[in-house]
Nanobody
Framework: QVQLVESGGGLVQAGGSLRLSCAASGRTFSSQTVGWFRQAPGKEREFVAVIGWTDGRTNYADSVKGRFTIARDNAKNTVYLQMNDLKPEDTAVYYC???????????????????WGQGTQVTVST
């Protein structure tokens, strides 16, 4: 089993930046696809970004493309989400999630991720 812990959230003004971290423990997750999702109050959890385990390929939601960057450091067992040019509509609880080892399922489907962190709050003020 892998346990995931997010950190790096906080309050930032519009146009600012934050870097979220997702640290894994319990086992190495170099062989797992890792995604970031977010959930704003009253809304469903939505896909933000994903990084594959086979070739490190990334994919982003249209709403964050060009502003957010996902990266992984397998030596540190950590995945990062660099968020630049933040907007008030980016305000949400951000979750990292991992798929099963050696598996590449639909990156956009939350049901393909059995492992979730507890979330970290990101608030962007105007």
């Amino acid at each position: 089993q892998v346990q995931l812990v997010e950190s790096g959230g906080g309050l930032v003004q519009a146009g600012g930046s934050l870097r979220l971290s997702c640290a894994a423990s319990g086992r190495t997750f170099s062989s797992q696809t890792v995604g970031w999702f977010r959930q704003a109050p009253g809304k469903e959890r939505e896909f933000v970004a994903v990084i594959g385990w086979t070739d490190g390929r990334t994919n982003y939601a249209d709403s964050v493309k060009g502003r957010f960057t996902i990266a992984r450091d397998n030596a540190k067992n950590t995945v990062y989400l660099q968020m630049n040019d933040l907007k008030p509509e980016d305000t949400a609880v951000y979750y990292c999630a991992a798929q099963r080892p050696n598996y590449s399922g639909n990156a956009f489907d939350t049901d393909r991720y059995p492992y979730w962190g507890q979330g970290t709050q990101v608030t962007v003020s105007t």
